[in-house]
T-cell receptor
Framework: DAGVIQSPRHEVTEMGQEVTLRCKPISGHNSLFWYRQTMMRGLELLIYFNNNVPIDDSGMPEDRFSAKMPNASFSTLKIQPSEPRDSAVYFC?????????????FGPGTRLTVT | GENVEQHPSTLSVQEGDSAVIKCTYSDSASNYFPWYKQELGKGPQLIIDIRSNVGEKKDQRIAVTLNKTAKHFSLHITETQPEDSAVYFCAAGPKTSYDKVIFGPGTSLSVIP
């Protein structure tokens, strides 16, 4: 398996622009997570889905952030409008939550820079 | 909700020495405690996990211990090697299969050759 695939790997954009991050989870996994990592706040869970349904979005910073999972093999995290404080590495992870298994497989991350 | 604390935030050891990272959690209902290793430029990767019905688990040079009464768990790495240098995260949860796992703030481990 190719693992969790994220695109783009790097994104540089100007303040006020819309940014869309993409994630393809491991085939067969039923849970998907979006994390943000910064030096100041560490690894923060933004939102997670179970069977394509958002279960907990309490970590989403504000209305500028939105996430969708239209099918089992694709998810997006959108920031509109972007701000310099959104600069971070965004990770997508997937998991097969079955039979007590909770291991999360992380993608390589998208490094976002907002100028 | 669950809160996970982790100490130390940075740790430097000589190659061959042992390294210990400690975590505490707040929710006594948590029953799964994984440890992830993040190498530079990569996403975290699971290295070992332990469930609440087990007090200790070992896998080659790494071991994890759990004290449910005190709500703390630890990662032990013996005979450290330079390739052990990374950021290590502990985590706790979930109570149900729909619940989330909460990560600690991370420990940056440096192994000096």
């Amino acid at each position: 398996d190719a693992g969790v695939i994220q695109s783009p790997r790097h994104e540089v954009t100007e303040m006020g622009q819309e940014v869309t991050l993409r994630c393809k989870p491991i085939s067969g996994h039923n849970s998907l997570f979006w994390y943000r990592q910064t030096m100041m706040r560490g690894l923060e869970l933004l939102i997670y889905f179970n069977n394509n349904v958002p279960i907990d979005d309490s970590g989403m910073p504000e209305d500028r952030f939105s996430a969708k999972m239209p099918n089992a093999s694709f998810s997006t995290l959108k920031i509109q409008p972007s701000e310099p404080r959104d600069s971070a590495v965004y990770f997508c992870a997937s998991s097969l939550r079955q039979g007590g298994s909770y291991e999360q497989y992380f993608g390589p991350g998208t490094r976002l820079t907002v100028t | 909700g669950e809160n996970v604390e982790q100490h130390p935030s940075t740790l430097s050891v000589q190659e061959g020495d042992s390294a210990v990272i400690k975590c505490t959690y707040s929710d006594s209902a948590s029953n799964y405690f994984p440890w992830y290793k993040q190498e530079l430029g990569k996403g975290p990767q699971l290295i070992i996990d332990i469930r609440s019905n087990v007090g200790e688990k070992k896998d080659q040079r790494i071991a994890v211990t759990l004290n449910k009464t005190a709500k703390h768990f630890s990662l032990h790495i013996t005979e450290t090697q330079p390739e052990d240098s990374a950021v290590y995260f502990c985590a706790a949860g979930p109570k149900t299969s729909y619940d989330k796992v909460i990560f600690g703030p991370g420990t940056s481990l440096s192994v000096i050759p």
